[in-house]
């Protein structure tokens, strides 16, 4: 089955306290964004990354990190995550090219983060 | 300025009764396209329906047609017969770029809480 995991899909964590989220596609897809949505402003994207060792900041890149060593996983790193960093994170892939349906943007399933 | 416009934080609507979600964009690009994302209270984004600036025909998806008016920068998702399962929030998204190496970014509305009463 085509899919994009997340894991964990729940976590409560303490300030300072280091953590990643991982993330899994197996649809080959070249790209793949980090989002995060909190209520009334949509998702924002964190990170995207064009191909395997090529990432680059989206719009709210502050207090995080990313890596692409291999093509289907891209994590996301807090390494000191504070409170205005819980949200509902969202893993997104797709296939690159010229705009079309065919640049559907697949989502994974969300990792609901509190940071207290 | 918002580049993704949805003027309705909510709406209620009977079942069975067809419903229209505003979505007006902003861009001066020539090269976009408009998706439109479902999300229940569980959480994941459904992908419901695509436009594309240059597609010369609204799209249509079983229940879903878009009302794209280029010339207003509309793109409004109409779901016909509504069914109690369309209670969600939805939300309207813009890529923009002709450059095939430019960051394949979703630009999102604010989205739409949609209440399908019974």
């Known amino acids: 089955e085509a899919q994009v995991t997340q894991n964990p899909r729940y976590l409560i964590t303490v300030t300072g306290k280091k953590l990643t989220v991982t993330c899994s596609q197996n649809m080959n897809h070249e790209y793949m964004s980090w989002y995060r949505q909190d209520p009334g402003l949509g998702l924002r994207q964190i990170y995207y990354?064009?191909?395997?060792?090529?990432?680059d900041k989206g719009d709210v890149p502050e207090g995080y990190k990313v890596s692409r060593k291999e093509k289907r996983n891209f994590p996301l790193i807090l390494e000191s995550p504070s409170p205005n960093q819980t949200s509902l994170y969202f893993c997104a892939s797709s296939f690159s090219g010229p705009i079309s349906s065919y640049n559907e943007q697949f989502f994974g399933p969300g990792t609901r983060l509190t940071v207290l | 300025a918002q580049k993704i416009t949805q003027t309705q934080p909510g709406m209620f609507v009977q079942e069975k009764e067809a419903v229209t979600l505003d979505c007006t964009y902003d861009?001066?690009?020539?090269?976009?396209?408009l998706f439109w994302y479902k999300q229940p209270s569980s959480g994941e984004m459904i992908f419901l329906i695509y436009q594309g600036s240059y597609d010369q025909q609204n799209a249509t998806e079983g229940r879903y047609s878009l009302n794209f008016q280029k010339a207003r920068k509309s793109a409004n998702l109409v779901i016909s017969a509504s069914q109690l399962g369309d209670s969600a929030m939805y939300f309207c998204?813009?890529?923009?770029?002709?450059?095939?190496?430019?960051?394949?970014?979703?630009?999102w509305g604010a989205g739409t809480k949609l209440i399908i009463k019974p």
């Open positions: 861009t001066s690009d020539p090269s976009y396209g």
């Open positions: 998204a813009m890529r923009e770029g002709i450059d095939l190496h430019s960051n394949y970014q979703l630009i």
């Open positions: 990354s064009m191909n395997v060792e090529v990432t």
